[in-house]
């Protein structure tokens, strides 16, 4: 790579470095990562096809630990969805909720996000999302339709002469916010395939609409006429009120008192006990056989959080509820809801839905130490996800104080004319510690969640006191180790283990990810399982740090043959790791990693990158980006990532409307007028500066680097590469390249300050031995 294209690349990067903060600030949760005002699903929304192109699939039939469907026989099979909204599992008590204590003790149960368009889900949004199958929510009156926290939620229309009123409205609303969302999408399959809905109460006639906003069955809620009403159809939908938090309210919304999906006046305690009352009414009425889903499909007020779902009848007994769709056992989404009723009715579910069916999965007994136990365990769930979503935007600005510290104390003790030896020594070893030390934060971060931090008095205490118990084992085995000594020795220990911390947790499902720092958020919904744009960051960069490391050490000895094979099994392993879709299913990850371990390859070989060649890295990557979205597209349906289901969109639509979105969102973080771009993360233009100008000021120590390690600036030119690709292709990608700097900045200046150490070590020694 020539230096003016490194320049050209470098320019680029500085650009983006002025916003990189507050976009991970706003991302970081996962994962996944959403524009201000949105919300994108790597996992749910970001692969759902146009609603005119999608296809059916055929419903699978009812084994145990299997999806939810109809059972082999003629007969009906009753299933009826009983929706709220605003309750948790911390509202579930023996004696003040008896009917949903019944529903934990002898059903199913896990935490529901709601996450619709906006940040917090209004009970219109719910049941519009629950109609659609996919997220959709009603238009807020900001510009383009985007609502606030702070605007009162639109009221639930009732269902007037067989329409919903305002119809229209909610579609284009659906289609303005590309996520590919097709309102009417439950009411219309079932109808098209012989099978009629019915539908109770106001939100209940929306989400039963068919695609023109007609309800042909619809009744108000009155609990003498369910036996009837519930009765009538294989599925009814049943809207008994959503519990609207008075401490939580958005300004201006008002109190409304009543049966339907608005607010009820009264305490949160008064409301959950109205609501429960009518669960106990409809679990009284419901047919001999029904299967009964109650889930909890909004927020309470401004706060997002976890609410609750839970499930009894003939196909789920007591123990944990599940979906394909989050790869969690106990946590599901609201799209999982729409797919189960479909599968239940025994018709084709429309491809390109953001669920998957809901099944029982844990099964556990029905005592009531079970259910206590289990209830802790749901509450957990919320609990950590509400908690650490709120300390995410701290930590991340306490990371970039840190780190700006770090950079100007390096400044600092660079100067080769600063203070005495001992003293500069002394400066050099504590500037060196504290980067490595740093440089450990980003995995003790995933395993902090090894201690119920949440649980604590003082939740924010005891993470940072988990995090900090993790940094110090970590740091311990980077200094402490036979390696400590040697140049790049801590470097590869910290990116060893950041690599293990965070490649293991992705093959085993996960768990330290969710509701972690730097992790993913469920309350966000972008993504519930594999690698999101913060953990691609750091998974990849230490990927590669690890590989400049090994490889460092090969060329030294002569050896940059079995130099090239270390970065080729480092790197194509974590390559499987990211892009697998039984692991971390990342679409994006790949086609950044692999041309930076080709660049590191050829020039570890003394190969020159010419364009053609240069040209043959992107196809291949291409192509293979493109195999592994057609093998995942041959897995049942089910059983697909988002990468199956894209590749699927080429050909069905519904891509363009992806990549445009993703290309929207990337535009409004990066030209977003936020007060925080004025922290500008300083690691990006400090690797892009001693990158082309190796021998500047304060970059003659890294310039000594490269010459003891020989792979270090091919190295750090092809994690340059990375990073670029990666917020290049990437929905909310200026998170990916902060986040690389959180770890690859601070071991980068551990290797410099170590050679500086050296050379004032050397130094004290010749003149000590002239002066004797």
């Known amino acids: 790579m020539t230096r003016r294209a490194l320049l050209r690349l470098a320019g680029l990067l500085a650009i983006l470095s002025a916003v990189v903060l507050p976009a991970t600030v706003r991302t970081a949760a996962a994962t996944s990562s959403t524009a201000p005002g949105t919300s994108a699903s790597a996992s749910t929304a970001s692969t759902s096809a146009s609603a005119s192109a999608r296809t059916p699939s055929t419903a699978t039939s009812v084994v145990e630990g299997a999806p939810l469907a109809a059972p082999a026989t003629d007969g009906p099979n009753p299933v009826i969805l009983v929706g709220t909204g605003g309750l948790t599992w911390s509202d579930v008590d023996a004696k003040a909720t008896p009917a949903l204590w019944s529903l934990l003790r002898d059903g199913s149960t896990a935490a529901l996000s709601v996450r619709s368009v906006f940040t917090n889900t209004c009970p219109i949004d719910g049941w519009l999302s629950l109609s659609a199958g996919d997220r959709a929510a009603a238009a807020g009156t900001g510009k383009g339709g985007n609502r606030t926290t702070t605007d009162p939620c639109p009221p639930v229309p009732t269902v007037d002469s067989g329409v919903v009123p305002g119809w229209d409205h909610y579609v284009k609303a659906a289609d303005a916010k590309r996520f590919g969302s097709h309102l009417g999408t439950l009411g219309e399959t079932l109808a098209s395939n ?54 939580d309210l958005p300004p201006g919304e008002p109190q409304v008192a009543g049966a339907g999906s608005g607010s009820s006046a009264g305490s949160r305690a008064d409301q959950a006990a109205v609501i429960d009352k009518r669960i106990s009414e409809v679990l009284k009425a419901a047919p001999s056989g029904s299967d009964v889903v ?17 499930a009894k009848g003939p196909h789920f007994g007591s123990g944990t509820l599940d979906s394909k769709s989050t790869k969690q056992p106990g946590l599901v989404q609201a799209a999982d809801l729409t797919v189960t009723l479909l599968h239940a009715a025994a018709v084709p579910v429309p491809s390109g839905l953001g669920g998957s069916p809901l099944y029982r999965g844990e099964a556990d007994d029905n005592s009531e130490s079970a259910a206590r136990d289990r209830l802790r365990g749901l509450i957990d769930f919320d609990e950590a996800s509400h908690e650490v979503h709120a300390l995410v935007p701290p930590f991340f600005n306490g990371v970039v104080y840190t780190q700006i510290a770090i950079y100007l104390f390096a400044a600092i003790v660079w100067r080769r004319d600063f203070g005495s030896t001992d003293l500069r020594l002394r400066l050099l070893r504590i500037v060196r510690r504290v980067a490595v030390v740093a440089a450990t934060v980003p995995a003790a971060t995933f395993l902090a969640n090894l201690v119920p931090w949440w649980r604590f008095p003082v939740p924010m205490l005891a993470i940072v006191g988990s995090v900090g118990l993790f940094v110090a084992v970590l740091s311990a085995i980077a200094f402490l180790g036979p390696w400590g000594g040697r140049l790049t020795g801590p470097l590869a220990a910290v990116s060893l283990a950041t690599l293990l911390v965070l490649g293991i947790d992705i093959i085993l499902g996960g768990r330290l990810q969710i509701s972690s720092l730097m992790g993913l958020q469920p309350v966000v919904g972008g993504r519930f399982y594999g690698m999101g744009n913060v953990t691609f960051a750091l998974f990849a960069t230490s990927a590669i740090l690890l590989c400049i490391a090994a490889s460092g050490c090969y060329v030294k000895r002569g050896q940059p043959r079995r130099a090239a094979l270390a970065v080729l099994v480092i790197g194509l392993a974590a390559v499987v790791v990211d892009g697998s879709p039984a692991w971390g299913a990342d ?80 535009i409004t973080i990066l030209f ?50 990375m990073l670029t690709i990666g917020f290049a292709i990437n929905d909310s990608g200026v998170a990916i390249p902060a986040n690389g700097a959180i770890i690859a900045v601070p071991l980068i200046i551990a290797v410099s300050v170590r050679v500086l150490e050296d050379e004032a070590r050397a130094g004290a020694t010749t003149r000590a031995k002239r002066r004797g």
């Open 587 to 666: 679409g994006g990850g790949p086609p950044a990693l692999l041309p930076a371990l080709a660049y590191l390859v050829l020039a570890i070989l003394g190969i020159r990158v010419t364009w053609r060649r240069g040209a043959i890295i992107a196809g291949v990557t291409v192509g293979l980006f493109l195999l592994v979205g057609f093998l995942d597209s041959l897995r049942p349906t089910d059983d697909q990532s988002h990468l199956g289901r894209f590749f699927e969109s080429l050909f069905t639509g519904g891509a363009w409307d992806i990549v445009v979105r993703k290309l929207e969102q990337n």
């Open 672 to 721: 977003g007028n936020y007060r925080l771009a004025l922290l500008v993360p300083i690691a990006l233009v400090f690797v892009i500066y001693i990158l082309a100008r190796p021998t500047s000021w304060g970059s003659r120590a890294l310039e000594r680097s490269y010459e003891a390690c020989p792979t270090l600036r091919p190295g750090l030119i092809a994690l340059l590469v």
């Open 194 to 247: 012989g099978q009629c809905v019915q539908a109770v109460g106001p939100g209940a006639g929306v989400g039963a609409a068919y695609s023109s906003g007609a309800v042909p069955r619809y009744a108000a809620y009155d609990a003498s006429q369910l036996t009837g009403e519930l009765s009538r159809c294989r599925v009814t939908l049943v809207d008994v009120g959503s519990l609207r938090d008075p401490a």
């Open 294 to 310: 109650v889930a909890s499909l909004s927020d309470a007020g401004s706060s997002e959080r976890l609410r609750l779902v839970a």
